[in-house]
Each structure stands twice: as C-alpha cells, then as structure tokens.
Antibody, heavy 122, light 107 residues
Framework: QVQLQESGPGLVKPSETLSLTCTVS??????????WTWIRQPPGKGLEWIGY???????NYNPSLKSRVTISVDTSKNQFSLKLTSVTAADTAVYYC??????????????WGQGALVAVSS | AIQMTQSPSSLSASVGDRVTITCRAS??????LGWYQQKPGKAPKVLIY???SLQSGVPSRFSGSGSGTDFTLTISSLQPEDFATYYC?????????FGQGTKVEIK
C-alpha cells in the first residue's frame, strides 16, 4: 500500500522559508510514470497546484509561485521536498504531497498525504 | 492558465437524489479532466479521471461525462457518505488548475 507523509514545521515567520518533506512508503520515488507533487489549500478555500518533481530531478512549477518555490527529490531517502521562500500570511495553508500517475490513459492524483497545516505568523 | 468554473458552488440534496455538478474550462482540454471528492479534514480522493473513467474502488453511482470545455459529474443516487466537496481538475496543460469546488450538503 502506497503511503505519503508530510513533515515539517507547523509555524513559520513572515519572510522566512517554509520547508516540508514528503516521505513515501510502499513505492519508490524512482519509479517512472509518477510525478511527485505538492498541492496546497488555504483554510476554507480551494486547491492550488504548486508543482512537481520527477525522479530525474526535472521540475515544473506554478508560475504564480515559481520565483519562490523549489521542489527536489532524494531517491536515497525515498523523499521529496518543498521549499517556499519569503512567505507571507497568504501562504498559510494545508500542504499536501501527492503522487500523480501519468501512464496513458490514467492521469490522476491517486495517492495523497494526510496534509500538513503550516501557519505563517510572527 | 486555464480557468475551471464549477457550478453550482453548493447544493442541498437528500439521500437517494440524483446530483449533477458541472465544470467548464476556459479553453478546450480534450478529455483531460478529473473529479475529486474531499471530506472535512481529509485529503481529496480521485473519483473519475479522463473525464469518464471510474477510478478503481469508486462506487458505480459516480459517473463523469464531457469533452472539450464542458464536463459533468453525476451521482445517480446520493448516499450519506457522499456529502462532501467536489473539485474538478484539468490536467491538459500546466499549471494544473482546479475548479473552486461544489459543496454537497444534506437537505
């Protein structure tokens, strides 16, 4: 059974860097056809795609966040990570890591972490 | 970015009702659309991918249709466990974008 688990600080100060890690079990981040993704959801609001990393290290980011986001993969630890710099209160959200399968004809987010609430506050 | 517009934003329905939620894309996205269900405090769960393909393990009362710009999620007979928020997601082009959500509440 594939499981994803987010970890990291639940509180970050304004202007600092938000860092989260997603640990994957039951699968390898080195598997092809999967895009390891971060998605966030501000309290009471909808879902926003942040970006993904492929096992090769290739990435793709939402242009709205691109200047502040880095997503990386550590195949030795079977983890991938999110860094978001210069955070403000608008970055307060539940952050989900998810596996996107992209194996024609199946394209979907089939496994998700439980979510990590990160608040930005001094 | 492709804009996804869902309607309605919320609806009230009774157990056993047939429920339809629509999603419109700001440009054609072939059939590259998924539907996700989210319950409070939980991560979303995929119901439908490729507009009409049922994800393994999802009850057959859920169905999807559409192509191009207009899509529909139908719940044929609403069950108590179906009260949740539903999101469409286009995965035709980056950035991937979600609809704003439709909250299905108990009448």
């Amino acid at each position: 059974q594939v499981q994803l688990q987010e970890s990291g600080p639940g509180l970050v100060k304004p202007s600092e860097t938000l860092s989260l890690t997603c640990t994957v079990s039951g699968d390898s981040v080195s598997s092809g056809n999967y895009y390891w993704t971060w998605i966030r959801q501000p309290p009471g609001k909808g879902l926003e795609w942040i970006g993904y990393v492929y096992y090769t290290g290739n990435t793709n980011y939402n242009p709205s966040l691109k200047s502040r986001v880095t997503i990386s993969v550590d195949t030795s630890k079977n983890q991938f990570s999110l860094k978001l710099t210069s955070v403000t209160a608008a970055d307060t959200a539940v952050y989900y890591c998810a596996r996107r399968v992209a194996a024609n004809p199946i394209y979907c987010f089939d496994y998700w972490g439980q979510g990590a609430l990160v608040a930005v506050s001094s | 970015a492709i804009q996804m517009t869902q309607s309605p934003s919320s609806l009230s329905a009774s157990v056993g009702d047939r429920v339809t939620i629509t999603c419109r894309a700001s440009q054609g996205i072939r059939n590259d659309l998924g539907w996700y269900q989210q319950k409070p405090g939980k991560a979303p769960k995929v119901l439908i991918y490729a507009a009409s393909s049922l994800q393994s393990g999802v009850p057959s009362r859920f169905s999807g249709s559409g192509s191009g710009t207009d899509f529909t999620l139908t719940i044929s007979s609403l069950q108590p466990e179906d009260f949740a928020t539903y999101y469409c997601l286009q995965d035709y082009d980056y950035p991937l974008t979600f609809g704003q959500g439709t909250k299905v509440e108990i009448k």
